[in-house]
């Protein structure tokens, strides 16, 4: 059982930063894919970003790329979303999730955090 924690979320005008943390505890942290996906009110939950255990490999969404990093601290046991340049349209409950594989899609993670909410007003 891996436990999820995200921090960091809150209200930031257009073109703003704002950088989550996900700070894990349980299983072994760095056995595991880490992943940020987001829901914003009356859309399906979707994918932004994932890093490999190691954190040489990422996956970003289209969306997001060039505007947001993702980040991993395995002696932390923390992974951070570092997000820049946001636009309202990035308003969204922000969740972290641990997996075993590189993907987009959200069934193969495992564990999920209860999520933290980034607003981006205009």
């Known amino acids: 059982q891996v436990q999820l924690v995200e921090s960091g979320g809150g209200l930031v005008q257009a073109g703003g930063s704002l950088r989550l943390s996900c700070a894990a505890s349980g299983r072994t942290f760095n056995n595991y894919v880490m992943g940020w996906f987001r829901q914003a009110p009356g859309k399906e939950r979707e994918f932004v970003v994932a890093i490999n255990w190691s954190g040489n490999m990422r996956k970003y969404a289209d969306s997001v790329k060039g505007r947001f990093t993702i980040s991993r601290d395995n002696a932390k046991n923390t992974v951070y979303l570092q997000m820049n340049s946001l636009r309202p349209e990035d308003t969204a409950v922000y969740y972290c999730?641990?997996?075993?594989?590189?993907?987009?899609?959200?069934?193969?993670?495992?564990?999920w955090g209860q999520g933290t909410q980034v607003t981006v007003s205009s």
């Open positions: 999730a641990a997996g075993s594989s590189l993907v987009t899609t959200t069934d193969t993670y495992l564990y």
